[in-house]
């Protein structure tokens, strides 16, 4: 895998993946960038949500699941000393749709963080999960 950047003269960056899709990366204003997109540590969580989100639609679909709706909310504690990384991270996932129940939920969300969500093993942080279902 391999990512491009391409720094903007200030303190952001547009980057392109293999994807061929750029994003931009910037500081936010308080600490002296433009704010014209989301911070590096901002795209960890996006990555990590992502790529939970990927496993879980995934597992459930495979568990003849029928999920109509998916939302998830991540909040990311960080070190106090530089290099200020992720000490701790809570992911809130909110699920509805047909044949949901605890057990395909917990199955879903351990198979993603204990086997294939290499985010997650990319990370030192102490992730913690819980959700909300409605089942139709």
């Known amino acids: 895998m391999k990512a491009s950047l391409k720094w903007d003269g200030h303190l ?13 990366t910037d500081a936010s204003v308080a600490a002296g960038g433009r704010g014209l997109g989301p911070s590096p540590m901002e795209l960890v ?3 990590l949500g992502g790529c939970m989100g ?6 459930l679909q495979k568990a003849r699941v029928e999920l109509t709706t998916f939302t998830m909310e991540l909040e990311g504690e ?9 000490t701790k991270i809570k992911i809130r996932l ?11 939920i917990n ?11 290499s985010v997650r093993s990319s990370l ?9 279902f409605v089942e139709l």
């Open 124 to 132: 030192k942080a102490e992730v913690e999960t819980e959700y909300t």
């Open 94 to 104: 909110h699920l509805e749709g047909k044949g949901l129940n605890e057990t395909v």
């Open 12 to 24: 952001g960056f547009e980057a392109v993946g293999e994807s061929g899709r750029p994003i931009v």
């Open 54 to 59: 990927i496993d879980v639609v995934s597992i």
């Open 78 to 86: 960080r070190a106090p000393e530089h290099p200020r990384g992720f």
């Open 45 to 47: 969580l996006f990555g």
């Open 107 to 117: 199955r879903a969300i351990n198979l993603s963080m204990e086997k294939y969500c």
